[in-house]
Nanobody, 124 residues
């Protein structure tokens, strides 16, 4: 059974940093794309960043470019999202997801596996 389990969320002041992790298990993800999405109250879930497990190519939403970094640990099947220079508008529940699409899709419908989410709150 595929499981994606996020951790690392919390409360941080504006300008601070957080590192999210996603532990992936239940299958081999080497041919998959992994992504981070977020959903703020009253808003649709949106793409944040994605990475190809093989090769490591990445894509970022314009809103987080230069501040967030997505990475993977091949040995441990762990996905990470380093978030720096956090802003109040980054407040949301952050989700880890996996897609079998070869490119790095940004639409939620392209991802077949999802974690339960972890809350990130940035205070001003």
């Amino acid at each position: 059974q595929v499981q994606l389990v996020e951790s690392g969320g919390g409360l941080v002041q504006a300008g601070g940093s957080l590192r999210l992790s996603c532990a992936a298990s239940g299958r081999t993800f080497r041919s998959y794309t992994m992504g981070w999405f977020r959903q703020a109250p009253g808003k649709e879930r949106e793409f944040v960043a994605g990475i190809r497990w093989a090769g490591g190519s990445t894509v970022y939403a314009d809103s987080v470019k230069g501040r967030f970094t997505i990475s993977k640990d091949n040995a441990g099947n762990t996905l990470s999202l380093q978030m720096n220079s956090l802003k109040p508008e980054d407040t949301a529940v952050y989700y880890c997801a996996a897609s079998a699409v070869l490119s790095i899709p940004t639409m939620t419908g392209s991802y077949m596996y999802w974690g339960q989410g972890t809350q990130v709150t940035v205070s001003s």
